[in-house]
């Protein structure tokens, strides 16, 4: 996966359609990431920059609950292949 604006939008766009919501705050994350599960609130290190923003939500997506079929096809396809990433590296 490139390191983009692009593809850092396609990887919030998953979360996002499975209801959560992804912000950037200031905070001592010391994985670089923080999620709320009664909210639904994804909250990631507000000074990583683009690399680290993608390998965070990289890291986190495989752990969180994706509604897979509310995910459009775009979506779901990246999903799989994040989720297999992970399974590869694991």
Not at 7 to 25: A, F, H, M, N, T
Not at 39 to 58: A, D, Q
């Amino acid at each position: 996966m490139k390191y983009t604006q692009s593809s850092l939008d396609k990887l919030e766009d998953i979360l996002g359609e499975s209801g959560y919501v992804v912000r950037y705050e200031r905070g001592t994350f010391q994985s670089g990431w923080c999620l709320l599960e009664a909210r639904k609130v994804v909250v990631l290190n507000k000074f990583l920059n683009i690399e680290g923003r993608i390998n965070t939500l990289m890291e986190l997506i495989p752990q969180v609950p994706i509604e897979f079929d509310k995910l459009t096809h775009e979506s779901q396809n990246l999903y799989e292949e994040v989720v297999k990433k992970s399974v590869t590296e694991a």
